[in-house]
């Protein structure tokens, strides 16, 4: 069956994807660096800087997709490997988890609401910067959630 993840067939055009993938971003990266150093307005890079962030973050991760699908990552398939903690570091990191996620939660609502006082203000970055925040906090969430699901799963093994 043609895409089936246990080929080595798909694990050749997945690594082919993600270092595709690793190329071309490799070009934004230097057009968003040559951007950043002609730009002269300080809100125009600070805008611009804040991609850039971004864009080397992603141009890693990908880098250690692309790696991890060739299978020379030293560690095999999958790196980082989904989280699978023994049940006792589980159920001692299980609360903590469940906390922040709360918090992430009650930021998201903060948020809205600051989003909402500062709509309006004449010229001001601010309610963008609130709501970049915002859609960091929901990747927060995203990311306690599946945290959370497996801590759950792994404290209930023991």
Not at 76 to 99: C, D, K, M, N, Q
């Given at each position: 069956m043609a895409g089936r993840r246990d080929t080595n067939e798909w694990w050749v055009k997945i690594a082919h994807a993600f270092e595709t993938h690793v190329r071309e971003e490799t070009r934004f990266l230097a057009a968003y660096e040559e951007l950043c150093q002609g730009v002269d307005d300080p809100g125009t890079?600070?805008?611009?800087?804040?991609?850039?962030?971004?864009?080397?973050?992603?141009?890693?991760?990908?880098?250690?997709?692309?790696?991890?699908?060739?299978?020379?990552?030293?560690?095999?398939?999958?790196?980082?490997?989904?989280?699978?903690?023994?049940?006792?570091?589980?159920?001692?990191?299980?609360?903590?988890?469940?906390?922040?996620?709360?918090?992430?939660?009650?930021?998201?609502?903060?948020?809205?609401?600051?989003?909402?006082?500062?709509?309006?203000?004449?010229?001001?970055l601010w309610r963008l910067l609130i709501e970049l925040m915002d859609l960091d906090t929901r990747k927060h969430v995203m990311i306690l959630e599946f945290l959370r699901d497996r801590l759950t799963e792994s404290a209930a093994e023991g």
């Open positions: 890079r600070f805008l611009v800087e804040l991609i850039l962030e971004d864009e080397r973050r992603h141009h890693g991760i990908f880098e250690r997709l692309a790696s991890s699908a060739r299978g020379d990552d030293g560690i095999g398939v999958l790196s980082p490997p989904a989280p699978h903690p023994s049940p006792a570091e589980a159920r001692a990191i299980l609360a903590p988890t469940r906390e922040f996620l709360e918090a992430e939660l009650e930021d998201r609502r903060h948020l809205r609401t600051l989003a909402k006082e500062v709509d309006g203000v004449a010229d001001s």
